[in-house]
Nanobody
Framework: QVQLVESGGGLVQAGGSLRLSCAPSEGTFSMYGMGWFRQAPGKEREFVSA????????LYADSAEGRFTISRDNDKITVYLQMNSLKPEDTAVYYCAATSRVVGPSRSPSMYNYWGQGTQVTVSS
């Protein structure tokens, strides 16, 4: 079973930036896209952003639009989430996911069949 490994989380002040990275722990696997989700304490996991591995099409949640940028490196099989102008409400565990089920970026967690363990992002006010 492929494992995804996230990195780049941490503590930052409001208005600051972080860049999250995600890559498979070993080997390669067939996939059509990758995405980022987050889950704050007491809340359901929510979609943040996704990117197609084929077309480079991207999707963003309204809360991320204009502040976050998703990108990918095909050679490194790595997806990045650049997060700028961070707000305290962005505090959550951020999860990376990959899909071999659907072509194109997807907002639905059920479309993703590979998940990382999550990385904590904390934004202080």
């Amino acid at each position: 079973q492929v494992q995804l490994v996230e990195s780049g989380g941490g503590l930052v002040q409001a208005g600051g930036s972080l860049r999250l990275s995600c890559a498979p722990s070993e080997g390669t696997f067939s996939m059509y896209g990758m995405g980022w989700f987050r889950q704050a304490p007491g809340k359901e996991r929510e979609f943040v952003s996704a990117i197609s591995w084929v077309s480079r099409n991207t999707l963003y949640a309204d809360s991320a639009e204009g502040r976050f940028t998703i990108s990918r490196d095909n050679d490194k099989i790595t997806v990045y989430l650049q997060m700028n102008s961070l707000k305290p409400e962005d505090t959550a565990v951020y999860y990376c996911a990959a899909t071999s089920r659907v072509v194109g970026p997807s907002r639905s967690p059920s479309m993703y069949n590979y998940w990382g363990q999550g990385t904590q992002v904390t934004v202080s006010s």
